[in-house]
């Protein structure tokens, strides 16, 4: 029986110090770091442009930024308001420059001109 | 396909139009004929569901919210802080990359220990101003040294690069553009510090083999500055529909000076040659070519022919030194401007082609129309006269590179877009 209590002993023994020494390895090491991000610039909200009641007798101006080859696209959407609502007088422009420049002179005319604007496509 | 709710919303935001009114249509409207887009119109947007002609009817009818008619300033959306944690390296790199803060691969953790070693290779104070970025549409970000040290850190930069990377990240060039054609950039170091740093401008430059951590990591903190501080996000305002795999690290590199019996490339560009300097390049894509063989004239031409035509891009040639020797012993190609010449000279297309590709469209037609040159006179050529699409000489840029094992090189469609000094951020 005493041996028996000694192996317990001994086994006890041998056993707690490595449950002891894995815990200590086991130990979490936190650490902080640094963000890579850039904040962006604080924005501010532009008015949006009053809307009209109706389209009828309006002047519609159907901006063409100029996106590769889509003609048919206005050619189509000048054709729709002709077919379903001729009432509206629509004007096409293509916008001066590549599709990423500015055209100020057009946004006067727009401002100047007419009473709605569609500004399209993308891709 | 891809309607860019996301690019369209976020943009719009970011400019300051967070309610604009946008009506989707199928993608893509470019170069469809009327029967397709007909189809677009008569239907129903992606995004809404709503029949197309409806929502631009009532988007141009209905009268504004008071969210639309609201203007001032809008409260920002809640950045992370400066520091983040703490936390164990385990979750702080899968933060990361939840974060969309890396290129996929493993990154080293920009601890602040590792931060300020990194700033000790600048004179430059840590809040210091370097620049602004913008990879897009989107508004450009702006970004102090401490931040360009962060992400060199993640690269896997030492210290001793650093003042190249603060010149890439001064020079206000993204490593890409979000536009959906895919782009990639190149840069190439000059002057003394591409030794100082033991860049690899000999055998391998290019490759990620052997010695070559200043090129590999310096490139790589370039594609994470451009992630991070230019404010470019994946899956909203990045777009390249296929993306490019030079973005990685770009093609980034030192000109084999003591190779080249010329000029090195910065000289060509007005700085002097103890200046270190790093210049910007834009393109797409590369290709092989040689000057070994009889056939060497006639292969070199054809590959830069089957380039993209695109206005104001160029032709950029990375020679091997053992090229320049041959050419060294031809009195038609002994200097960067006979070879340049010679190349804009043949590297032509018809104008009926010219004219039929897409950027053409979009670029050179414009610029035609209010009589810009060479523009407006190519397109008062007829289909069959031959355009020297190049633009100049002066868009043929010729570098030295390689270990001299071979007289192969690159042909890049790779134009050049600016340069910065990289002794300024010493």
Redesign the interface.
């Known amino acids: 029986m005493k041996r028996h209590v000694f192996l317990l002993a001994a086994i006890f023994f041998a056993v707690v110090p490595l449950c002891l020494s894995a815990g200590g390895s086991t130990a979490v090491t936190k650490t902080t770091v640094l963000n890579p991000e850039a904040y962006p610039p604080p924005i501010t909200q532009l008015p949006m442009a009053p809307r009209v009641d109706t389209l009828k007798g309006k002047t519609l101006y159907i901006i063409d930024v100029r996106f590769v080859f889509c003609e048919p696209f206005f050619e189509e959407l000048v054709d729709w308001f002709a077919k379903n609502m001729p009432d509206v007088k629509t004007v096409w422009k293509q916008k001066a420059g590549a599709y990423g420049l500015d055209d100020p002179e057009l946004w006067a005319e727009v401002k100047a001109k007419a009473d709605a604007a569609i500004v399209a496509p993308g891709h | 396909m ?1 309607p ?1 709710e996301d690019l ?1 919303k976020e943009t719009a ?8 009114r946008f009506i989707y ?1 199928p ?8 029967s ?3 189809k ?3 239907g129903n947007d992606p995004v809404t569901g709503k029949p197309v ?1 409806q929502e ?2 009532d988007a ?5 919210t008071s969210e ?7 409260p ?2 809640k ?11 385990e979750n ?1 790199r899968q933060l ?1 990359m939840n ?1 969309g ?1 890396t290129d996929g691969l493993p990154i080293i ?4 220990e590792r ?1 300020a070693a990194m700033l000790k290779g600048t004179s430059h104070k840590p809040d210091e101003v370097v620049g602004k970025m913008s990879a897009g ?1 989107h ?5 102090t040294v ?2 360009v040290a ?2 060199a850190v ?1 690269a896997g930069c030492k210290p001793e690069y650093f003042p190249v990377v603060l010149a890439l990240a001064s020079s206000a060039f993204a490593s890409t553009s979000t536009s ?1 054609t895919s782009f990639a950039r190149m840069a190439v170091v000059n002057g003394p510090i591409a030794k100082e740093i033991g860049m690899n401008s000999g055998i391998g430059a290019l490759s990620p083999w052997g010695l070559n951590q200043a090129n590999a990591t310096s490139g790589r903190a370039w594609t ?1 500055i451009t992630l ?4 470019m996000k994946p899956g909203v305002s990045y777009w390249g529909s296929q993306g490019n795999n030079l973005n990685y690290n770009n093609i980034f590199f030192a000109e084999n000076e003591a190779a080249s019996p010329w000029e090195p490339y910065h000289v060509q560009k007005g700085a002097k040659k103890e200046e270190s300097v790093i210049s910007v390049f834009s393109g797409r894509s590369f290709t092989s070519t040689q000057a070994m063989t009889s056939n060497w004239k006639w292969e070199m031409i054809q590959t830069s022919k089957a380039f993209y035509p695109s206005p104001g891009s160029g032709l950029t040639l990375l020679v091997d030194p053992l090229i320049v020797r041959e050419w060294m012993n031809d009195p038609d190609f002994n200097t960067k401007e006979k070879v340049s010449e010679w190349l804009y000279e043949n590297t032509t297309l018809d104008a009926k082609h010219y004219k039929a590709v ?2 053409s ?3 050179a037609k ?2 035609a129309e ?1 009589g810009v040159e060479p523009y407006a006179s190519w397109y008062k050529l007829p289909d069959d006269a031959l355009i020297k699409f190049l633009g100049s000489p002066d868009n043929v840029n010729i570098i030295v590179v390689g270990g001299g094992t071979q007289a192969f090189g690159y042909a890049l469609d790779f134009s050049y877009v600016g340069k910065a000094s990289i002794d300024k951020w010493r």
């Not at chain 2, 993608?27 to 009327?34: D, E, G, I």
């Not at chain 2, 508004?139 to 970004?143: G, K, N």
């Not at chain 2, 991070?228 to 404010?231: A, F, I, R, Y």
Request: glycine share 4%; charged share 25%; net charge negative.
């Open positions: 891809q860019f369209v935001r970011e400019e300051g139009m967070p309610y604009e249509v993608t893509p409207v470019s170069s469809q004929p009327r397709v887009v007909k677009y119109l008569e002609m631009i009817i141009l009818t209905k009268p504004l639309e008619a609201h203007s001032g300033p809008i920002s959306v950045e992370d802080p400066r520091i983040i944690g703490p936390d164990t390296e702080l990361f974060k803060w953790l920009p601890t602040e931060v549409p508004p450009a970000r702006q970004y401490e931040k962060v992400n993640m959906t994470l991070n501080l230019s404010g897409s950027f469209y979009s670029f414009p610029q209010e």
